[in-house]
């Protein structure tokens, strides 16, 4: 298990020194805070990379347009043959998310149906970058809505903010310093010996001398709250952001589970933010199984190996998952669907009033669908978002709608998601 800041000059540094520490500067490690943290909340942000289908994540069976619209990829109602899993007698789950159904039954997961950021085009680029900007145009910001709203609740360290990966996405980037930890398997190792010899080497630079030391304890503190858990191959997982290796939504559960036994610690970081490939279903999706109902089942795991490692702490959390946009409502002829626009996002954990499904539902007749061709999106997904934090972090409504979220004043935050 390793951790490492987000500081280039470090690292930069000790490529000069010697070859020999090449292997170092990957590892680096930032301090935890060995101080409590000064909030009990948390929140955690899982990014699906690659364009999650809604209507097969939460088939719409009770709608009269849905099982000839989607043909192969329709499911059943429940009961029957390939039948979704019944949630409120108009949706069902997809039968690979059947791990979330005890989230669902004791009302800590509710769904959020139709929909969708600001975004209206098919880019995977531009619909992450608006997703993570938390503005309503791509590149309307150089920084993350998750990192402004760590500067919002007072954030100076790095000890608040943690992305789960080699590189923080651009939703951390920003002015608020946050550490990155990876899963071994990720990142080279770096064995404790040689941290502390390369510590004693440098005690006097004044610049690697404190680092080192840092470091040192850091990976004390991060091998005291992390437990052994077993790690996928580093070649199982897809090319993610400026060529970073992107854990595979079928693989996220030992990374979810170690993030959550951070985020648990009295010392360890509030908000997290993971991130999984695998989405972009071009062809083969599949219904019962297939590509898609391997990276669902993932999912559905991942939830529940975080809850696990957040123990007690899962009361006290609220997560969001959300991807950059939908698919096409209907097939194309590879068995895949194409990029489309509003989709499903979900929220779970201990302060969520779940056990619902929260949609303005437009239907899926020809002439309700986007463009004739896409689940129409009716919810703004930073109405959802901001409700969220409103809860965990006390943030006000003009702080969102002027900061965290620019000039977002008409998304008001959705009222009842959450608990008080």
């Known amino acids: 298990m390793k951790i490492e800041p987000h500081s280039r ?20 490690p930032v301090k935890l805070a060995f101080a409590d943290a000064p909030t009990e909340s948390r929140f955690v942000l899982v990014i699906l990379r690659g364009a999650l289908d809604g209507l097969a994540a939460v088939p719409p069976y009770a709608d009269p347009d849905y099982a000839a619209l989607r043909g192969p990829l329709a499911f059943g109602e429940p009961g029957e043959q390939a039948g979704a899993l019944d949630l409120d007698g108009k949706f069902g789950l997809n039968p690979a998310l059947a791990p979330l159904l005890p989230l669902w039954q004791a009302q800590e997961l509710t769904i959020l149906h139709a929909a969708a950021t600001p975004y209206r085009d098919r880019s995977h ?57 990876a899963p071994a398997g990720i990142l080279p190792e770096a064995s404790p010996d040689f941290l502390t010899q390369l510590a004693s080497l440098y005690r006097a630079d004044p610049l690697l001398g404190p680092a080192l030391a840092t470091g040192v304890d850091s990976q004390r503190l991060s091998d005291e709250i992390m437990s052994a858990s077993p790690e996928p191959a580093p070649n199982e997982m897809d090319a993610g952001k400026n060529g970073a290796k992107l854990r595979a939504a079928d693989l996220l559960a030992p990374a979810a589970e170690g993030a959550g036994k951070l ?31 391997t990276a669902l089942g993932g999912l559905a795991n991942g939830m529940v190996a975080l809850k696990r490692g957040l123990g007690p702490a899962w009361q006290e959390t609220v997560v969001a998952v959300v991807t950059e946009f939908g698919r096409t409502a209907a097939p194309n002829g590879t068995g895949g669907t194409d990029h489309g626009t509003g989709t499903v996002a979900m929220l779970a954990g201990g302060r969520i009033r779940g056990g619902r499904v929260v949609a303005s539902w437009p239907g899926l007749s020809p002439e309700k669908l986007y463009q004739g061709r896409d689940l129409a999106p009716t919810l703004d997904l930073r109405a959802a978002l901001k ?22 004043d008409q998304v008001a935050p959705l009222e009842g998601l959450t608990e008080v």
Request: neutral net charge; charged residues 20%.
């Open 9 to 28: 000059l470090p690292r930069r540094r000790l490529l000069g020194l010697a070859t020999g520490l090449a292997g170092f500067a990957a590892f680096a």
């Open 125 to 181: 680029f531009d619909g992450q970058n608006l997703l993570e900007n938390g503005t309503a145009v791509p590149n309307g910001a150089q920084d993350g809505w998750l990192n402004r709203a760590l500067g919002v609740i007072g954030a100076t360290d790095r000890r608040l903010g943690l992305a789960v990966g080699e590189t923080a996405p651009l939703v951390l980037e920003g002015s608020v310093p946050v550490a990155s930890w």
């Open 263 to 293: 985020l648990a610690d009295a010392r360890g970081p509030r908000i997290a933010v993971l991130e999984a490939g695998g989405w972009d279903t071009h062809a083969n999706q599949g219904l019962m199984t297939g590509r898609l109902a």
């Open 387 to 408: 409700a969220a934090l409103a809860t965990q972090f006390g943030i006000d409504r003009a702080t969102l709608a002027r900061r965290v979220f620019p000039d977002s």
